[in-house]
């Protein structure tokens, strides 16, 4: 208990917290414009960072993480367009809550939601990371192959409706991961006489590429195309959430915020697997189900308490294991690379100077969301109102770019990100995810490692990876998670299918 009261000793300074309020602020903002999300402001900000002190920078960055998943509700809920796509469930029943008059109450059980479901999966993420820290030291190459491959296979049957698309995506991630020098033995692959490509494709610029300058070149066709925004009020009005109507809610906050968790320890699959589920179940369980999307703040406080549990859960595979969790945490990944950490176990034996301090950090974080939420709607929702398509596509490619090259300092690093933005803006064209992709560029070098380093020791022997007993019952669990992701993902896909069809029928249905 001493060890971790002097660990988390360092998180309580004044820089530090005000910092990781001023990020989670700042997330609340971004993630409330629709088309900017945390993923985006994360990836931009990360080389930014660099030759900063750890502690502030990771603090800034987790507040960003939290406050983004919150902050995409409001815009859910006034404007009918979900800042995010883990929002788009609240939109079933905040709008509706908004042609009412209520949407304050809407988005004080958002705020309530989000917050209460946040620090529940951080209890659970710090229960769970002492317990599972020594559960690791169990793991051989063998081990960490078997479950890099897990991963691997988790984010191939939740890559959307084709899984073969999904494996095209992972494999192209794997393949662009082998480019430069090998990492046993050093010798040039796949780098056809270009010098730059002896060190590989950075991961940052690749993925501040595939995530930001590719959404930026879709908000900029949108905008070019004159799409007009669906914009029902922007104003915040109705009644305030009651202390009755929080407590009627307790089991759906509870349930959701499990759900959440469970969701976000699973590698890649994220928050809007863990929205959409959170709501269908609030209204499977509900004695009203027919009553949803009509206004209902269940439907309210479900997706929001589901999403925001997902942060904390996403980060336990990668501390655990040095596997991300979700597309957020491959970014945070890679921050912590450019910082000198190596997420895994020696990260939780050797670092706990920066392990408890992230726990403070996520806990300010979404105290911040419950504190600061409701006092920022007026001003975001005059924000809203203001943006402009265009204007903010111009910043995000151009702020992608100079991230980019604020890597290294190189204009090879903007170039990379220009082309994975027209690579991931190409894909999605044609309706494969670039999620996969970004998860194997990360997990392909390691994956390759762990192989290599088992045959070395083992003398080219295959038979450890299928007769150590840890390692045959990853394999089971791995293919036992993978079948049911691939089950949940259909159900989801098949649930946001059924829910496009609905939503213009919505307005006469709550009018």
Request: aromatic letters at 8%; hydrophobic letters at 55%; charged letters at 10%.
């Amino acid at each position: 208990m001493e060890a971790i009261f002097v660990g988390v000793a360092p998180a309580f300074t004044l820089l530090n917290l005000l910092i990781v309020v001023c990020g989670t602020a700042a997330g609340i903002v971004i993630g409330a414009i629709p088309g900017l999300t945390a993923t985006m402001a994360i990836a931009l900000l990360v080389p930014f960072t660099f030759g900063q002190p750890i502690l502030p920078a990771t603090a800034f960055l987790l507040g960003i993480y939290c406050g983004g998943m919150y902050g995409g509700s409001i815009s859910a809920i006034l404007l009918r367009v979900p800042g995010a796509p883990c929002n788009a469930a609240t939109v079933f029943d905040g709008y509706p809550l908004a042609l009412k008059g209520q949407s304050g109450k809407a988005i004080a059980m958002s705020t309530v939601a989000s917050g209460l479901g946040g620090l529940f999966s951080v209890f659970v993420l710090m229960v769970s990371l002492s317990t599972l820290s020594q559960f690791v030291l169990m793991f051989g190459t063998e081990e960490y192959f078997v479950l890099t491959v897990f991963g691997i296979m988790i984010v191939i049957s939740l890559s959307g409706r084709s899984l073969t698309r999904g494996f095209l995506s992972a494999a192209l991630g794997l393949a662009i991961g082998l480019v430069g020098l090998d990492k046993i033995m050093p010798y040039p692959r796949y780098t056809y006489g270009i010098t730059p490509l002896l060190t590989g494709f950075p991961v940052v610029p690749a993925l501040i590429g595939l995530f930001c300058l590719s959404q930026g070149f879709r908000m900029l066709e949108d905008a070019l195309s004159d799409e007009a925004r669906t914009t029902s009020t922007s104003a915040v009005s109705g009644r305030r959430l009651t202390l009755a109507e929080l407590w009627s809610v307790r089991r759906t906050l509870l349930r959701s915020s499990v759900i959440g968790t469970i969701v976000g320890i699973i590698p890649a699959a994220g928050p809007n697997i863990a929205a959409f589920l959170g709501y269908a179940e609030a209204r499977r369980s509900s004695p009203h189900p027919e009553k949803f999307g009509t206004g209902l703040i269940e439907g309210v406080a479900a997706p929001e308490a589901a999403n925001n549990a997902v942060p904390a859960g996403a980060l336990l595979p990668l501390l655990s294991f040095g596997i991300p969790g979700d597309t957020v945490t491959a970014i945070l990944m890679g921050a912590f690379l450019l910082h000198g950490y190596t997420p895994g176990p020696m990260m939780i034996r050797e670092n706990t100077a920066l392990l408890y301090p992230m726990f403070v950090f996520l806990l300010i974080a979404n105290i911040s969301i419950l504190l600061i939420g409701l006092s920022m709607i007026r001003p975001i929702s005059r924000i809203l109102a203001l943006t402009s398509g265009r204007v903010l596509a111009g910043i995000v490619c151009v702020f992608s770019v100079a991230g980019g090259f604020a890597y290294s300092g190189q204009i090879n690093e903007a170039l990379i990100t220009v082309l994975f933005g027209a690579m991931g803006y190409a894909l999605e064209k044609i309706g494969i995810s670039i999620v996969p992709m970004s998860i194997t560029l990360i997990l392909g070098p390691m994956l390759e490692v762990y192989f290599r380093q088992s045959l070395i020791a083992n003398e080219g022997s295959l038979a450890p990876f299928f007769t150590r007993p840890l390692a045959l019952a990853l394999w089971g669990l791995a293919l036992v998670t993978a079948w049911a992701s691939y089950r949940v993902n259909r159900r989801v896909a098949a649930a946001e299918a059924a829910a496009a069809l609905e939503p213009e029928a919505m307005p006469e249905r709550t009018a």
